[in-house]
């Protein structure tokens, strides 16, 4: 995919055939082997790395004018600085493997064309001392670099990762199997949400078939002919979603004390059902298996002509469950079950809601978000626009 992006991108393939060592690691451009001097004078070597914007299969127009280095600061000939270009001196970890010491920021007049500019426009400034006293150093070695680049889950480079610089953070779920149980609207949007993040796996869980009812409380706009095939729902969001992500797994079923050892090898579970009853088969055998996961659930009615209700989110980890049945967290009968579900009121932006606040609480979890309450459960109330939170981590 890589040797393919470099060969249709003019820029990149130009950099690449003039000799200069060009890498791409992580949704960023690296050039190896330019050479600078140091503030005693002496000749180096370093790595100049730039983020990566990818319009459809090729490199398109650089939108960030700065640019990462890694190496000592270059300098003028008598030791000096390289004053121009100067933008902040920090070690900095852009992703695994990429860990830059500068950045330098010098944008020309309306912007940089392509990468081939910017990068040996920065070459030239950085190079240019060293090789006024050795004109045989170049950047332009012709070694080949192989871009080697871990498989990744997503069917094309996640350059908006790398446009944030926020790779590492992102990695943090890399390795993570995650279950959706239940694809009705909340758990939809939890699929919409996960599938943009690094886990390794997904598994969908339904034994329901996509109806159009659905298609006006889920992410996506179905054809009507779509709705006339009447899909299942895990095959219908597994055919959308492995556009994007390719390790979607779906499970055509519902889950019952007769197939629940199928989430034993799952690292964290979302819950979205409008079932009770068969949330204490479920809970029992994740707290067996030692799983983390969140159970989501919406309340909603109508008063005075308008929707008032409540989202909730409920979290549980081996580290703290108690409070799921000492505090009445979550409805375990039918009969008491959020109100959302004994009047099937459901909305888009309430399922969206709901589930973005279910995301922040897993990445919050496993230290993508900084989490300084450690709830274990939250509300959020529509109509008074509050959210509360209770149940902290002892």
Request: neutral net charge.
């Amino acid at each position: 995919m890589l040797h393919k992006l470099i060969n249709l991108s003019p820029d990149l393939k130009r950099l690449r055939d003039e000799g200069y060592e060009i890498e791409i690691k992580h949704s960023h451009l690296l050039i190896n082997s330019i050479p600078y001097l140091n503030s005693k004078k002496e000749i180096n070597k370093g790595t100049l790395v730039s983020e990566l914007t990818i319009a459809g299969n090729k490199a398109g127009k650089p939108e960030n004018r700065l640019v990462h280095f890694i190496g000592e600061y270059p300098c003028n000939k008598d030791g000096s600085q390289i004053a121009q270009i100067k933008h902040s001196s920090r070690d900095q970890r852009l992703a695994d493997g990429i860990i830059t010491n500068h950045s330098f920021s010098n944008k020309p007049t309306g912007g940089f064309s392509d990468y081939y500019q910017k990068m040996t426009s920065y070459i030239d400034i950085i190079s240019g001392p060293a090789i006024s006293i050795d004109n045989t150093l170049t950047a332009r070695t012709f070694k080949v670099i192989e871009s080697k680049e871990s498989e990744s889950v997503f069917q094309y480079i996640d350059t908006n990762s790398s446009r944030a610089e926020i790779i590492r953070i992102s990695d943090k779920l890399k390795n993570h199997k995650v279950g959706i149980i239940g694809l009705g609207g909340t758990g939809s949007y939890i699929l919409d949400l996960v599938s943009k993040s690094h886990v390794q796996e997904i598994h969908l869980f339904d034994g329901d078939k996509f109806f159009q009812h659905n298609a006006f409380r889920s992410p996506s706009a179905p054809s009507i002919e779509e709705l006339n095939n009447t899909p299942s729902k895990v095959d219908y969001f597994r055919n959308m979603y492995s556009k994007i992500h390719k390790n979607i797994i779906s499970h055509n079923e519902y889950i019952d004390s007769s197939n629940v050892h199928l989430l034993k090898d799952l690292n964290f579970i979302f819950i979205c059902l409008d079932k009770s009853k068969i949330k204490v088969i479920i809970f029992k055998n994740l707290e067996g298996f030692g799983i983390s996961f969140i159970d989501v659930g919406m309340g909603i009615e109508v008063v005075n002509d308008s929707l008032i209700g409540i989202l909730r989110v409920t979290l549980s980890t081996n580290q703290k469950r108690e409070h799921i049945k000492q505090n009445n967290r979550v409805p375990f009968s039918d009969s008491d079950a959020d109100g959302a579900y004994t009047q099937n009121v459901q909305i888009a932006e309430l399922n969206a809601l709901n589930a973005a606040l279910a995301v922040i609480k897993w990445k919050k979890l496993y230290g993508f978000y900084q989490d300084n309450e450690g709830e274990y459960f939250s509300t959020y109330t529509i109509n008074v626009n509050t959210i509360t939170s209770a149940d902290y981590e002892s």
